[in-house]
């Protein structure tokens, strides 16, 4: 099992989903719901550094899995995993969304 840690977004918007859904929390703070990301699993990541080090002649990779999802999607999902609707409140959380593009993979 691979835990992330609570600099990781799927660590903070997953935590923050729990908070609410056991009675914690009300909201939660996401930033750009819109942002894409790949939420790709870190272990085929893993996976392809060490193939790409299994290789004789050195060259630069990109482990993608060329798949984005926005942010929203991932929240929904989460809250669907625990059988709750959510509402959008939307407010600009410009701090931390200032050095980020749209999409990031």
């Excluded at 004789?56 to 999607?73: C, L, Q, R």
Aim: glycine residues 8%.
């Amino acid at each position: 099992m691979c835990v992330s840690g609570p600099t990781f977004r799927t660590y903070k918007i997953t935590s923050q989903i729990a908070e609410i859904h056991v009675g914690i929390r009300d909201y939660m703070l996401i930033g750009d719901p819109n942002t894409k990301r790949d939420w790709g699993h870190v272990r085929d990541f893993v996976r392809g550094m060490w193939l790409s080090l299994q290789i004789e002649k050195p060259d630069d990779y990109v482990f993608a899995t060329g798949v984005a999802h926005s942010i929203k999607e991932f929240v929904n999902c989460g809250f669907g995993a625990v059988g709750r609707e959510l509402l959008y409140a939307l407010s600009q959380d410009i701090a931390i969304r200032a050095n980020s593009t749209d999409t990031a993979v």
